[in-house]
């Protein structure tokens, strides 16, 4: 059997024998530097930088990951086009689910303030006894912010504004843009006519309520 024969039978044997195999013995450490690296807790002290914290900044221009935006998809996370204009429109398609989603983060995080209906008379508002709590909340149903565009809204929830705190890191982009979508349903319902009610709708409405008249 020649040398490089015997070498690669024993290295087989060596491994095979290394299979399924358990032992209490403690575990060969060739490098102890690895299994006891100095390590810090948040916000504890180090003596090695000369500003005497562990925890640094991470370096300029860093970007966590999937958190890369770029130009093509500004409008989504920012609601702002490239030149910094904010979207006219929800860049998602508006459904059904988009609305339903909308409505139920709506009710958690702005009726508060705002409103079931996006009238400003949230609990916030009007409560202590219809004293309110000293926070004057905008109506959704005025002209102003009925003309504002989409992203606009959806700066304002990702970012605040005057008084309202930033809800950008309770609410992932995708949520802002269906509150927005809610939003903007709310408004309609406020200033909805009867030609905006589907005839079969308008038709089942005035059947169960005999003293609604839909028709135009």
Do not use: K
């Not at 086009?81 to 059904?96: K, L």
């Not at 996006?118 to 508002?125: L, N």
């Not at 705190?165 to 979508?181: F, K, M, N, T």
């Amino acid at each position: 059997m020649t040398p490089r024969l015997s070498l690669l039978v024993l290295a087989a044997a060596a491994l095979a024998g290394c299979r399924g195999m358990t032992s209490d013995a403690p575990p060969i450490h060739p490098n102890l530097n690895m299994d006891y690296t100095q390590r810090f807790e948040a916000q504890e002290p180090s003596q090695f930088f000369l500003d005497g914290a562990a925890m640094r900044p991470p370096v300029a221009g860093t970007v966590a990951r999937g958190e890369l935006r770029t130009d093509a998809n500004a409008p989504f996370y920012y609601g702002r086009n490239a030149d910094g204009s904010y979207v006219e429109e929800i860049p998602v398609p508006v459904t059904p689910s988009l609305l339903e989603r909308g409505q139920e983060r709506y009710d958690i995080y702005c009726t508060p303030c705002h409103g079931l209906a996006g009238d400003g008379r949230g609990i916030v508002a009007v409560g202590n006894g219809g004293l309110g709590y000293g926070f004057a909340v905008p109506s959704y149903h005025t002209e102003a912010l009925r003309e504002r565009p989409d992203g606009y809204l959806y700066d304002v929830i990702q970012n605040g504004i005057n008084t309202m705190p930033s809800y950008g890191h309770e609410l992932p982009p995708a949520d802002r843009w269906a509150i927005v979508a809610y939003i903007r349903a709310l408004q309609r319902s406020q200033a909805a006519t009867a030609g905006d009610v589907p005839v079969t709708e308008r038709e089942r409405l005035e059947t169960a309520n005999p003293n609604i008249r839909l028709s135009n």
